[in-house]
């Protein structure tokens, strides 16, 4: 998980549903650099630079799976354990998340089929 200074001094997990389907904002530009992934937000003017796990996470970013089944499929086809992938990919997308640069797609879907 994810963790971030509270502005009392203590420190908070940042972390999101497990169905939370991330999908990448289509005016972030991104470059890929061999080791990794730059992004530009042009909103806040912020560059982030993504490690290679991390990487993977923002392409298979499209809104289409949520990040428990994203974590299943990594963990399956690299043979690591699906727990520890579960968590870093909660934490990593809550921190894509916080900065603005995904947003949840199953969050939409779910408030588009709400009965009035």
Known sequence: MASHPASDGTVETLTVAV??????RA????LDMGDG????????????????????????????????QLAGEVSEEFRLDPVEVRQQ????????DVLGLVEDTHERRTEGTRDA
């Open 19 to 24: 169905d939370y389907a991330p999908r990448k």
């Open 27 to 30: 005016d972030v530009l991104e």
């Open 89 to 96: 990919f909660l934490g990593l997308v809550a921190e894509l």
């Open 37 to 68: 992934v730059v992004l530009y937000d042009s909103s806040s003017r912020l560059v982030h630079h993504l490690n290679p796990s991390a990487s993977i996470i923002w392409q298979l970013s499209d809104g289409e799976a949520s990040v428990a």
